[in-house]
T-cell receptor, first 112, second 114 residues
């Protein structure tokens, strides 16, 4: 079936460095790609999203890029801070119903 | 309310018993999802309601799982004859329009089957 693959599963970076998380999707008709951050004991929250009519979107230290031909999209966090430590999920809206399917998550640790 | 509300927040049940989990979505949101998150794992899709369309049940792991959404608002996820492997956090989310707009998540119901 349709799925979303996410890499890496864990990522440890030094404070101030950049972090990149990558996802691939299988449904070429997908056209909405959000990223969510989940802190311990809480539900996921949207941090940035991108639609298929653009290739890149930026919001302060966070950016997302989309390559529709290759069917992959990435999250870039620059100048990482300890409070960026969390689990990050990518997602894609798939098939004609546009239901949201999530990747398996990346646990990001920013070392002070 | 201002956000997605789930109840109960925690539920401990004995193996073999039935449980009902409730989700109150944001008013006016047409799409409602249920996901399951096992300890340290990702978000497993369970079921998706969109407006008055027939729900997409393709993620339900077995026929012990069912869900309904009454009046296009409140949703109930029912697990019959619970098993230990059903222990997880069950998350509900709603979005204004299909999976094309931001999905807002509730805090989840932590289900423990003993």
């Amino acid at each position: 079936g349709e799925n979303v693959e996410q890499h890496p599963s864990t990522l440890s970076v030094q404070e101030g460095d950049s972090a990149v998380i990558k996802c691939t999707y299988s449904d070429s008709a997908s056209n909405y790609f959000p990223w969510y951050k989940q802190e311990l004991g809480k539900g996921p929250q949207l941090i940035i999203d991108i639609r298929s009519n653009v290739g890149e979107k930026k919001d302060q230290r966070i950016a997302v890029t989309l390559n529709k031909t290759a069917k992959h999209f990435s999250l870039h966090i620059t100048e990482t801070q300890p409070e960026d430590s969390a689990v990050y999920f990518c997602a894609a809206s798939i098939d004609s119903s546009y239901k949201l399917i999530f990747g398996s998550g990346t646990r990001l640790l920013v070392r002070p | 309310g201002a956000g997605v509300s789930q109840s109960p927040s925690n539920k401990v049940t004995e193996k073999g018993k039935d449980v009902e989990l409730r989700c109150d979505p944001i008013s006016g949101h047409t799409a409602l999802y249920w996901y399951r998150q096992s300890l340290g794992q990702g978000l497993e899709f369970l079921i998706y309601f969109q407006g008055n369309s027939a729900p997409d049940k393709s993620g339900l792991p077995s026929d012990r799982f069912s869900a309904e959404r009454t009046g296009g608002s409140v949703s109930t996820l029912t697990i019959q004859r619970t098993q230990q492997e059903d222990s997880a956090v069950y998350l509900c989310a709603s979005s204004l329009y299909r999976g094309l707009t931001e999905a807002f998540f509730g805090q989840g119901t932590r289900l423990t089957v003993v």
